[in-house]
């Protein structure tokens, strides 16, 4: 250690020097590793967990171990106001102390992020400029720099670069100029420039799969874009994009300009180019401008805008087409999602919770036009919906108004459900609550109140106001080895009809109680299959149910539908979902299942089930058209997932008749994903004299099947360059016969470029279907061209991974001198 004040320092033993521009400023002489700082040699038993910092040993002859150091900051040191230590090394050091420094052989020069070696080093202490020559090399935060001839000032990072070459740390860009200025740490322009991203070659003869070559390319590092003057694009050496100036991203960060353009081919649009403007409001909000020229429809007009709050987030979608000329009509849509909290400023309101789902389209035809078009799980019914929620302690209500458009077609004619115009809700609820000297009760009280609204000529029956209220009050006893739950629940409805029902009568009401037990016990004991240990459980179940029978068959249907039968709704008390229907019951419904789980961390390796149900009584409580249940026994239900390694997956569940020996329905899944970038996904799915269909779908290397396995780099990088990759998903119908729903696709990894071609079919009807082919070509950190497939391949192929994901940001020690 030593204090100085602007005073030089030599270190003889190795012909080093350390110089301080900095007055009363400590400094301590010693190595330093790329991301390690040096501490004492530890114990023997210690070194074996340390890494070693190679041919450094310490005074005793022992390795020097590492350890990490939060000192090594990824954000250099310095600001505004700071002075920063100089530390200067070379064969040879000259100068006059306050004036100037020389240093020859092996120079090398340090302060704050940036570091300069060369062959000799010039520095000008008064005017704090560095000229360096011979084999210069600049490495600023891990962005490299390598020429003959370098000026620089080191405060402000102004000054230029004689023909260098240079490559960036965020993507792995790299290129060559005549010359380099540097405007300051964050900005350069390079003239008579290149750009690429493709790793280097062998070989003075090696090119890059792509490279920019522009007149000049500007390079702002804190936006993180580069700008092109006079600039092309040449992939394989064929020019493909030339522009006066053109900007591309040096990193994900986002940015205003103009976005590459999209290509598709599409049976029922024909060929389609847009080219998105993108807008980079605000941090939290954004809006893109896609216009689009379909070669047998025209132009279509679309935007996008979103918005995110502390509070909120939103988003609002819309297409405008003002002349199609397949339909000689405009064409439009819209889509606005919003959610989030509303502060009314009303002190005893507080805040609310707003949620908006609006969509809207111009015709009929438009679902079948532009199949892809909105965010509608439905695309015939187009729900508009709003609801308003408030809650205070343990009571919370809601008011929503839903309607449909429904988007009819003369050939196949959908029933509307019924539009919400308004829904009033409103619950109170408690949990282990203490009641009339009673502990541990769970209660509610839920009310509502619908007025349901249709086109009476679709639906047939009146329109209602309906208002009912569900109050439920059980006594859970838990204990770690079972638990056993009794539940009373009154259900209690009115109606109010715009005109007669069946029986001539304009209102009505219905009063239903019920009673259910539920129970269960878990057994656990310590076991081991395949030379692996588990826990295995046994775990029974009971559920019983007792609802008296209430005539509610001459009430219409507004909302209600029968539940599907599976583990879940096996075990609750109505056999409908919905309001309008009750379903009387006296059943008791029996089902075990039997788990295998990691003694470690509690993961489920295994898991087997089985439920029926035993009928006492018929369900004489129907949907319209619905018929009585009579059989005493239920279906048998049947389910396994077994997941015995992250490699294998495998899920199933059958609906078995026991009185014909027949599965009504039954489904089989299976999962093969032995490592990054292999997957293979298979179904079967069957209900009986309904559907029958196979679905299989996959991401693999092609390369795999000559025995080139290549390299996996990981998650999100690929596996080396030359690869190429099948990727799909077949939907087919045994009963139709035919492929209903289709994605076939390759992809090739060129390493710092991707091609994709992918086809998709979707099925619009009984006779009509949709397909569309997509292509695109990557610059890897550049940009893409053509049409998008990452969406589709994403939504159709569970477990589908980008060739190239960036997840981490480079550490700017990646590059250390």
Same mark, same amino acid.
């Given at each position: 250690m030593h204090r100085a004040s602007r005073s030089l320092f030599i270190h003889s033993p190795v012909a080093h020097a350390v110089l301080s521009l900095v007055s009363c400023t400590v400094l301590s002489l010693g190595h330093a590793g790329a991301a390690y700082a040096q501490s004492p040699a530890p114990s023997q038993e210690k070194a074996q967990e340390q890494p070693v910092l190679p041919g450094v040993r310490t005074s005793d002859g022992s390795p020097v171990q590492l350890r990490s150091s939060s000192m090594l900051a990824e954000q250099p040191p310095g600001g505004p106001g700071i002075e920063l230590p100089t530390f200067v090394y070379g064969d040879r050091l000259s100068g006059r102390p306050d004036l100037e420094i020389i240093i020859d052989g092996n120079a090398e020069l340090r302060r704050g992020g940036s570091?300069?070696? &060369?062959?000799? @080093?010039?520095? =000008?202490?008064?005017? %704090? $400029?560095?000229? /360096?020559? +011979?084999? #210069?090399?600049?490495?600023?935060?891990?962005?490299?720099?390598?020429?003959?001839?370098?000026?620089?000032?080191?405060?402000?990072?102004?000054?230029?670069?004689?023909?260098?070459?240079?490559?960036?740390?965020?993507?792995?860009?790299?290129?060559?100029?005549?010359?380099?200025?540097?405007?300051?740490?964050?900005?350069?322009?390079?003239?008579?420039?290149?750009?690429?991203?493709?790793?280097?070659?062998?070989?003075?003869?090696?090119?890059?799969?792509?490279?920019?070559? &522009?007149?000049? @390319?500007?390079? =702002?590092?804190?936006? %993180? $874009?580069?700008? /092109?003057? +006079?600039? #092309?694009?040449?992939?394989m050496d064929v020019p493909i994009l030339a522009a006066?100036?053109?900007?591309?991203?040096?990193?994900?960060?986002?940015?205003?300009?103009?976005?590459?353009?999209?290509?598709?081919?599409?049976?029922?649009?024909?060929?389609?180019?847009?080219?998105?403007?993108?807008?980079?409001?605000?941090?939290?909000?954004?809006?893109?401008?896609?216009?689009?020229?379909?070669?047998?429809?025209?132009?279509?007009?679309?935007?996008?805008?979103?918005?995110?709050?502390?509070?909120?987030?939103?988003?609002?979608?819309a297409s405008l087409m003002p002349n199609d000329s397949l339909r000689n009509s405009n064409r439009w849509s819209y889509n606005y999602v919003h959610g989030g909290g509303l502060n009314t400023g009303i002190p005893m309101i507080g805040g609310v919770g707003l949620s908006l789902n609006l969509n809207r389209v111009s015709d009929n035809n438009y679902w079948r036009d532009?199949?892809?078009?909105?965010?509608?799980?439905?695309?015939?019914?187009?729900?508009?919906?709003?609801?308003?929620?408030?809650?205070?302690?343990?009571?919370?209500?809601?008011?929503?108004?839903?309607?449909?458009?429904?988007?009819?077609?003369?050939?196949?004619?959908?029933?509307?459900?019924?539009?919400?115009?308004?829904?009033?809700?409103?619950?109170?609820?408690?949990?282990?609550?203490?009641?009339?000297?009673?502990?541990?009760?769970?209660?509610?009280?839920?009310?509502?109140?619908?007025?349901?609204?249709?086109?009476?000529?679709?639906?047939?029956?009146?329109?209602?106001?309906?208002?009912?209220?569900?109050?439920?009050?059980?006594?859970?006893?838990?204990?770690?080895?079972?638990?056993?739950?009794?539940?009373?629940?009154?259900?209690?409805?009115?109606?109010?009809?715009?005109?007669?029902?069946?029986?001539?009568?304009?209102?009505?009401?219905r009063t239903v109680p019920t009673f259910s037990l539920d129970s269960g016990l878990t057994f656990e004991r310590d076991t081991s299959y395949f030379s692996r240990a588990y826990t295995q459980t046994l775990e029974p179940r009971a559920f019983y149910v007792r609802t008296p029978y209430r005539e509610q068959n001459h009430l219409p249907n507004y909302d209600s539908g029968a539940n599907d039968f599976n583990f879940a709704t096996v075990f609750t008390e109505n056999a409908f979902v919905g309001n309008d229907r009750i379903s009387d019951a006296n059943l008791l419904t029996l089902g075990v299942t039997s788990r295998l789980l990691d003694p470690k961390t509690g993961a489920e390796a295994m898991r087997l089930g089985v439920a029926?149900?035993?009928?006492?009584?018929?369900?004489?409580?129907?949907?319209?058209?619905?018929?009585?249940?009579?059989?005493?026994?239920?279906?048998?239900?049947?389910?396994?997932?077994?997941?015995?390694?992250?490699?294998?997956?495998?899920?199933?569940?059958?609906?078995?008749?026991?009185?014909?020996?027949?599965?009504?329905?039954?489904?089989?899944?299976?999962?093969?994903?032995?490592?990054?970038?292999?997957?293979?996904?298979?179904?079967?799915?069957?209900?009986?004299?309904?559907?029958?269909?196979?679905?299989?779908?996959?991401?693999?290397?092609?390369?795999?099947?000559?025995?080139?396995?290549?390299?996996?780099?990981?998650?999100?990088?690929?596996?080396?360059?030359?690869?190429?990759?099948s990727v799909g998903r077949l939907n087919y119908s045994v009963p139709d016969k035919k492929f209903v729903d289709m994605v076939l696709g390759f992809e090739y990894d060129g390493c710092c470029w991707i091609g994709r071609v992918v086809l998709e079919r979707s099925q619009q009807s009984v006779s009509s279907n949709s397909t569309r082919l997509l292509f695109q070509l990557e610059f890897v950190g550049f940009s893409r061209i053509g049409s998008n497939p990452l969406k589709t391949l994403k939504a159709n192929i569970p477990r589908y991974q980008y060739l190239r994901e960036q997840s981490v940001t480079p550490s700017r020690f990646t590059n250390y001198d």
């Amino acid at each position: 250690m030593h204090r100085a004040s602007r005073s030089l320092f030599i270190h003889s033993p190795v012909a080093h020097a350390v110089l301080s521009l900095v007055s009363c400023t400590v400094l301590s002489l010693g190595h330093a590793g790329a991301a390690y700082a040096q501490s004492p040699a530890p114990s023997q038993e210690k070194a074996q967990e340390q890494p070693v910092l190679p041919g450094v040993r310490t005074s005793d002859g022992s390795p020097v171990q590492l350890r990490s150091s939060s000192m090594l900051a990824e954000q250099p040191p310095g600001g505004p106001g700071i002075e920063l230590p100089t530390f200067v090394y070379g064969d040879r050091l000259s100068g006059r102390p306050d004036l100037e420094i020389i240093i020859d052989g092996n120079a090398e020069l340090r302060r704050g992020g940036s570091a300069i070696r &060369a062959s000799r @080093i010039e520095y =000008d202490q008064a005017t %704090d $400029v560095v000229n /360096a020559r +011979g084999n #210069v090399r600049v490495n600023s935060s891990g962005n490299l720099f390598n020429g003959p001839e370098l000026e620089l000032k080191l405060d402000t990072f102004e000054g230029f670069f004689t023909q260098p070459d240079y490559k960036f740390l965020q993507n792995g860009g790299h290129g060559a100029a005549d010359r380099v200025d540097f405007l300051d740490d964050k900005r350069l322009t390079a003239h008579n420039a290149t750009f690429t991203t493709c790793e280097r070659g062998e070989g003075p003869s090696w090119m890059p799969a792509w490279i920019v070559k &522009a007149t000049t @390319i500007k390079f =702002d590092k804190e936006a %993180d $874009v580069g700008e /092109a003057s +006079g600039g #092309v694009l040449r992939f394989m050496d064929v020019p493909i994009l030339a522009a006066p100036t053109f900007s591309f991203p040096l990193s994900d960060k986002r940015k205003s300009g103009i976005l590459p353009p999209t290509i598709g081919l599409d049976n029922v649009s024909g060929f389609a180019v847009t080219t998105p403007y993108y807008f980079d409001i605000a941090p939290n909000r954004d809006a893109t401008f896609s216009p689009t020229l379909m070669s047998k429809r025209g132009v279509d007009l679309a935007g996008e805008f979103r918005y995110l709050e502390s509070a909120y987030k939103g988003e609002l979608r819309a297409s405008l087409m003002p002349n199609d000329s397949l339909r000689n009509s405009n064409r439009w849509s819209y889509n606005y999602v919003h959610g989030g909290g509303l502060n009314t400023g009303i002190p005893m309101i507080g805040g609310v919770g707003l949620s908006l789902n609006l969509n809207r389209v111009s015709d009929n035809n438009y679902w079948r036009d532009f199949p892809r078009a909105g965010n509608s799980l439905t695309q015939r019914l187009l729900a508009n919906d709003a609801s308003v929620t408030w809650g205070r302690g343990y009571f919370t209500t809601s008011l929503r108004t839903l309607s449909y458009q429904t988007l009819q077609d003369v050939t196949s004619t959908i029933i509307p459900p019924y539009d919400r115009m308004p829904q009033l809700v409103a619950t109170y609820a408690r949990v282990n609550a203490p009641v009339a000297g009673l502990s541990g009760l769970d209660y509610s009280v839920t009310t509502d109140y619908t007025r349901f609204e249709s086109d009476r000529t679709l639906t047939r029956q009146p329109n209602a106001n309906r208002t009912f209220a569900l109050a439920q009050v059980s006594r859970p006893w838990i204990q770690p080895g079972g638990y056993i739950t009794p539940k009373l629940m009154l259900n209690t409805t009115t109606y109010q009809f715009d005109g007669p029902i069946a029986n001539g009568a304009s209102s009505a009401s219905r009063t239903v109680p019920t009673f259910s037990l539920d129970s269960g016990l878990t057994f656990e004991r310590d076991t081991s299959y395949f030379s692996r240990a588990y826990t295995q459980t046994l775990e029974p179940r009971a559920f019983y149910v007792r609802t008296p029978y209430r005539e509610q068959n001459h009430l219409p249907n507004y909302d209600s539908g029968a539940n599907d039968f599976n583990f879940a709704t096996v075990f609750t008390e109505n056999a409908f979902v919905g309001n309008d229907r009750i379903s009387d019951a006296n059943l008791l419904t029996l089902g075990v299942t039997s788990r295998l789980l990691d003694p470690k961390t509690g993961a489920e390796a295994m898991r087997l089930g089985v439920a029926q149900r035993l009928r006492f009584v018929d369900q004489r409580v129907t949907l319209p058209g619905g018929l009585p249940v009579t059989d005493r026994f239920s279906d048998l239900m049947l389910g396994a997932s077994v997941n015995l390694t992250p490699v294998w997956a495998l899920d199933t569940t059958v609906q078995y008749n026991p009185k014909t020996n027949i599965s009504e329905r039954s489904t089989i899944g299976g999962r093969y994903n032995p490592s990054n970038y292999r997957v293979i996904n298979a179904a079967y799915r069957r209900q009986r004299n309904v559907s029958e269909q196979y679905d299989v779908g996959w991401q693999w290397p092609i390369n795999d099947l000559w025995g080139d396995k290549g390299k996996d780099l990981g998650s999100g990088r690929g596996q080396g360059a030359g690869r190429w990759y099948s990727v799909g998903r077949l939907n087919y119908s045994v009963p139709d016969k035919k492929f209903v729903d289709m994605v076939l696709g390759f992809e090739y990894d060129g390493c710092c470029w991707i091609g994709r071609v992918v086809l998709e079919r979707s099925q619009q009807s009984v006779s009509s279907n949709s397909t569309r082919l997509l292509f695109q070509l990557e610059f890897v950190g550049f940009s893409r061209i053509g049409s998008n497939p990452l969406k589709t391949l994403k939504a159709n192929i569970p477990r589908y991974q980008y060739l190239r994901e960036q997840s981490v940001t480079p550490s700017r020690f990646t590059n250390y001198d």
